[in-house]
């Protein structure tokens, strides 16, 4: 069989600072556990933009498409603020995320042990927190059409659309089901029926989806509510659904409580492919921090345990997935620290660079 194919996307800001130490463990694994990938690299965001004049181009675009895993930095920064909004870094996020139809974002929020006195929230309120917020990509209020600024009796009006069909919020409730299979099986689904048809929508089709997990108990909460439940007692949720716009909130929300947005890693899975495999992407939560950029300060955490969720829901090595992942903790409970996660206690933080190499020892010491 043909070696596994990724594709990366460094991006912009500390994208291919991070990227870097990612590639360390790539090849770590080429050396150590015998899976060769062929890795190919292009360019998105304002580093695309830089280049063609667009956020990403469409031989970038074909590229994603035919690679089995595209693994994606960061977008965005300050150069690119005052671009027309068509070619915006994030626009070529939005494309592949669209046109790879990657419809089911997975984002953990795992508190690792060693971190949970960082936590904005008392560490026993979040200590082996572990929950999975399952975004839905494609569709809401991001793509909805009408969409745009235009001019009503002489004043702009902005407008955006929130449209879900019925088959969207399926597909995405189903793939919230079947991870609350192989978790604690417990679902809850967030909207604003209250205010929102497409949040009934929402309730009512989870609700029927939800005849076919008869074993996974099913709730339903508004979205604010979800927010502020969130950050008071947020162990009582196993797997989280919602839609694209409040799973961007709730996920930034969700992250924080595990001490630093450099942590958190995720999945946006689509449909299989002819070999089986799902059309993914994998990237970290955070963005490109331009106020950090090229110091070495960040934390390649994030990027590294996007990586390994790759190795898990692309290329069936949950193993190794488990490898990296625990070589993570590792490193943590060692002391292990980047700026980011300096408490108010202080300490010397380590770089990007050292990180990356305290994770690949940690897992040479494991192999
Ligand atoms: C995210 C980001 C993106 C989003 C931006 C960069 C377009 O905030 O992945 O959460 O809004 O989806
Ligand atoms: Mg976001």
């Excluded at 669209?98 to 795992?110: G, I, S, T, V």
């Excluded at 899975?269 to 994998?282: E, F």
């Excluded at 970290?284 to 960040?298: E, F, L, Y």
Aim: with cysteine; aromatic share 6%; proline share 5%.
């Amino acid at each position: 069989m043909a070696n596994p194919s990724l594709l990366i996307l460094a991006g912009d800001g500390i994208g291919p600072e991070v990227m870097d130490e990612v590639k360390k463990v790539i090849s770590w694994m080429g050396d150590n556990r015998g899976v060769t990938f062929d890795v190919s690299e292009d360019l998105v965001g304002g580093a695309a933009y830089d280049k063609h004049g667009v956020p990403l181009a469409d031989a970038t675009m074909d590229k994603a498409q035919e690679v089995d895993a595209v693994l994606l930095g960061a977008v965005g920064g300050p150069a690119y603020d005052d671009l027309d909004f068509s070619v915006k870094p994030e626009r070529g996020l939005l494309r592949l995320r669209k046109e790879m139809d990657l419809f089911a974002n997975l984002r953990p929020a795992q508190c690792f042990d060693a971190l949970s006195d960082f936590s904005s929230l008392k560490p026993e309120l979040v200590a082996g927190l572990d929950i999975m917020i399952v975004r839905e990509l494609t569709s809401g209020v991001y793509f909805g059409e009408p969409r745009g600024i235009h001019i009503e009796d002489n004043m702009r009006v902005g407008v955006n659309t929130q449209r879900y069909t019925e088959a969207e919020i399926e597909r995405g409730a189903r793939a919230a089901f079947e991870l609350a299979m192989k978790r604690d099986k417990k679902l809850c689904s967030m909207e604003k029926a209250n205010v929102m048809e497409s949040g009934i929508l929402w309730r009512d089709v989870v609700t029927e989806v939800s005849a076919d997990y008869p074993q996974v108990e099913l709730s339903h909460m508004y979205a604010d509510n979800g927010a502020m439940q969130l950050v008071r007692a947020p162990k009582q949720f196993d797997v989280i659904y919602t839609d694209n716009l409040f799973g961007d909130i709730l996920s930034d929300c969700a992250a924080m409580l595990t001490g630093s947005l450099g942590m958190l890693p995720s999945a946006s899975l689509g449909l299989p492919m002819a070999n089986g495999r799902p059309k993914a992407m994998y990237e970290p939560v955070h963005g490109s921090a331009p106020d950090i950029t090229g110091m070495g300060k960040a934390n390649p955490i994030a990027c590294i345990l996007s990586f390994a969720m790759a190795l898990r829901y692309s290329f069936d090595m949950g193993d190794e997935a488990t490898m990296v992942e625990n070589a993570v903790e590792k490193v943590l409970a060692d002391g292990a620290r980047t700026a980011d996660l300096m408490g108010p206690e202080g300490g010397t933080p380590i770089s990007t660079t050292q990180m990356g190499d305290a994770i690949l020892a940690a897992l040479g010491a494991a192999a």
